[in-house]
């Protein structure tokens, strides 16, 4: 019952910016610790990024940290990734997804439920 689903994703240009976002629902949210992760063609998973329960603490991957934000908004069973000076090497499918523990990894198996994933195309 469990469902994430992930929207927002686009082509954008160098430099641009674009926020996805992830609603949840099945679970009590608020509770969870959630994660982005992604998946860039040829490659293997990346953590991206992940956030508490209350939203108060936030975790990035040294690819992304300065450039990405993540939040969330409990009372709307969302999660949010804002995304600015993008790099086409940040091409690649976002998911949101739940750890089994926290902070989650780059391994599926770290994980019990994500989405179906949103397409983040950063092309000139």
């Known amino acids: 019952q469990v469902q994430l689903v992930e929207s927002g994703g686009g082509l954008v240009q160098p430099g641009g910016s674009l926020r996805l976002s992830c609603a949840a629902s099945g679970f009590t949210f608020s509770r969870y610790y959630m994660s982005w992760v992604r998946q860039a063609p040829g490659k293997g998973l990346e953590w991206v990024s992940g956030?508490?329960?209350?939203?108060?603490?936030?975790y990035y991957a040294d690819s992304v940290k300065g450039r990405f934000t993540m939040s969330r908004d409990n009372a709307k069973n969302t999660l949010y990734l804002q995304m600015n000076s993008l790099k086409p090497e940040d091409t690649a499918l976002y998911y949101c997804a739940r750890p089994k523990k926290a902070p989650g990894g780059s391994s599926w198996e770290l994980y019990d439920y994500w989405g179906q994933g949103t397409q983040v195309t950063v092309s000139s």
């Open positions: 956030i508490n329960g209350g939203g108060g603490n936030t």
